[in-house]
């Protein structure tokens, strides 16, 4: 190996170490979330059930992605969960009421959640409406249409080979939804870690106008970032399309929350400039094997609703004591 090669090995590996610093905290909650489970329960730690956590976080994992670019900015995507549903119905509508072809159906039902998120991103830059706002009245709007596409019926019967993407095993563990969220994180990372793009989402979360001055088009990285929020909340909505083999317009209600939490959980600092895609992944495994580990213990949704929540406020307390 030659000397540059090494030191670029190097660096690589140094750069991953950084990365990994800044999740101690959630790791090691994951870690003694998985011990106590493997005690508590003797199905936790069998093949299938792991598999199936995988399994289960595809959606949550695709979305947190796109979510942790908005937070990184300082912004929130409140409307990820009524996308979702509006990508799944447009392209249900478009595939079996209309008869395009399926693939081409997903193409449009995807550039319609990018638009969605497009929308959102100008309400903010152009007319100055805070994010919080825009991407509320964006999940009401998006929700509404969604509904609107069946006067509120779901949508069934797609081909075969579309719902066996979720459930056909290659290797005997990858599915094809599982690879499609892996690739989802693999790209953000590299995205956020080794672009000038990555870097510029960094400074704008860490104080706009600085980055402004600094010669960043803050509005035109604001709208990417939601536009990408958009694009992967439709691109859940297929994977959850593939998993259900049906579209619902009541799909995807409450999960802008659960996401939200993964990114938060994993470290990502709510007032932007800190985080990255290693800790969300951690965040999302922490929310998939907490809801795991509570349906195996038998304990009811109420009660996991609360406990999720305190998990999410412990979260985000442990952050405002880091930062203070």
């Known amino acids: 190996m030659s000397a540059s090669a090494a ?8 750069n991953l170490l950084t990365a990994l610093r800044g999740t101690t905290g ?10 106590f489970l ?15 956590v995988l399994d289960q976080i595809t959606v949550l994992g695709i979305m947190a992605v796109g979510m942790t670019m908005v937070i990184l900015i300082g912004g929130i995507d409140l409307a990820v969960g009524s996308v979702l549903a509006l990508a799944m119905m447009v392209m249900g509508y478009l595939a079996n009421q209309l008869g395009l072809p399926l693939p081409l159906s997903i193409l449009l039902a995807l550039g319609v959640a ?29 929700r509404g249409l969604a509904n609107m596409i069946t006067d509120g019926q779901q949508i069934v019967g797609f081909p075969s080979w579309f719902s066996l993407l979720s459930y056909n095993r290659y290797g005997g563990f990858l599915t094809v939804t599982v690879a499609v969220m892996l690739v989802v994180f693999v790209l953000g990372w590299l995205y956020l870690r080794y672009t000038s793009g990555g870097r510029s989402l960094y400074a704008i979360g860490g104080n706009q106008e600085v980055a402004r001055l600094a010669g960043i088009n803050v509005n035109l990285y604001t709208i990417g970032v939601y536009v990408v929020s958009g694009l992967l909340a439709g691109l859940a909505g297929v994977v959850l399309a593939m998993r259900l083999d049906s579209v619902q317009p ?5 999960y802008e929350l659960d996401t939200i939490a993964a990114v938060v959980i994993g470290g990502t ?9 290693l800790g969300t992944i951690i965040g999302v495994l922490i929310i998939g094997v907490l809801r795991n580990g509570l349906n195996l213990l038998g304990v009811s949704p109420f009660t996991q609703a609360v406990i999720i929540g ?3 406020a412990l979260a985000v307390a442990a952050e405002a004591i880091k930062r203070n």
């Open 310 to 312: 305190v998990v999410i």
């Open 269 to 277: 600092s709510l007032s932007g400039g800190k985080g990255g895609i």
């Open 114 to 142: 990018a638009a969605s998120g497009a929308v959102s991103g100008l309400l903010i830059t152009a007319l100055g409406v805070p994010a919080f706002i825009a991407t509320l009245a964006m999940m009401s709007v998006a």
């Open 250 to 254: 009541t799909a995807g209600v409450s």
């Open 26 to 35: 959630p790791l090691i909650g994951l870690i003694l979330l998985c011990l």
């Open 7 to 14: 030191d670029q090995g190097r660096g690589t590996g140094a």
């Open 38 to 52: 493997t005690f508590a329960t003797d199905k936790f730690m069998s093949a299938r059930n792991l598999l199936n």
